[in-house]
């Protein structure tokens, strides 16, 4: 069990988890506070904006989950009919909605420093969503890199477990996940306070695409040679 913990899956989890820390913090402080990880927020958001006489909270937040489902979906369709069964494809997908995001923003704004507008917002949105469908068994998400609360209850449970006689292996590998989410948005926002948010979105781009590299090299490539037998 511990060497699962710690075998080249669960570090490449850590790397993606990291990944969408930075894009949440990508969105939250350049923006309006839009939650593009958190969408039991926007679940919220869009009902109770009706109750706050606020209709564009709710249909901006109702928009969000849109894009994020229409993420999974888009790229759980193309690992059924394009990509082998390996993180890289959906790394590929959030990298090319980071760069269609920047690309929205430069046109929309410029290079100026302001916050991000919502349309370059649902370009990340949806490059999230692509990038939680990164570990699936079995037709399910096995990793869900951003869903931060289901982690934690996990974790939750594994420190009860070890409490009753287990090891400190039923809750660490859910620690270092959630650990490897906050390092994440610690860094994004780090950065944040000395970029303006079109050059935040272009650093999550190259970070993304930095992250594709690795996947694919050190992790998925490795993967299809021992499928392959070489």
């Not at 402080?29 to 009706?50: D, E, K, P």
Request: charged share 10%.
């Amino acid at each position: 069990m511990a060497n699962e913990i710690f075998d080249s899956e669960a570090r490449l989890s850590w790397v993606l988890a990291g990944l969408a820390g930075v894009l949440g913090a990508t969105a939250f402080t350049h923006s309006a506070g839009y939650f593009v990880t958190f969408m039991t927020g926007n679940a919220q958001r869009a009902v109770l904006g009706y109750f706050r006489d606020d209709v564009v909270l709710s249909i901006t937040a109702a928009l969000l989950m849109l894009c994020f489902v229409a993420g999974v979906v888009v790229a759980s369709v193309f690992r059924r009919h394009f990509w082998v069964a390996h993180p890289h494809g959906p790394t590929v997908l959030t990298t090319i909605s980071l760069l269609a995001a920047t690309v929205v923003d430069i046109i929309d704004e410029g290079w100026k420093d302001n916050p991000l507008d919502f349309a370059p917002i649902m370009l990340v949105v949806f490059g999230i969503g692509a990038l939680n469908t990164s570990f699936v068994k079995d037709g399910e998400v096995s990793v869900p890199l951003s869903y931060v609360t289901g982690t934690l209850v996990k974790m939750g449970q594994g420190i009860e477990r070890h409490i009753a006689g287990g090891s400190a292996s039923d809750w660490l590998g859910y620690f270092l996940l959630f650990a490897s989410f906050v390092a994440g948005a610690t860094a994004g926002g780090a950065v944040s306070l000395i970029v303006n948010g079109t050059l935040m979105l272009v650093v999550a781009s190259v970070v993304c695409a930095l992250t594709t590299g690795y996947t694919y090299f050190h992790q998925d490539r490795r993967a299809l040679l021992d499928e392959s037998g070489q």
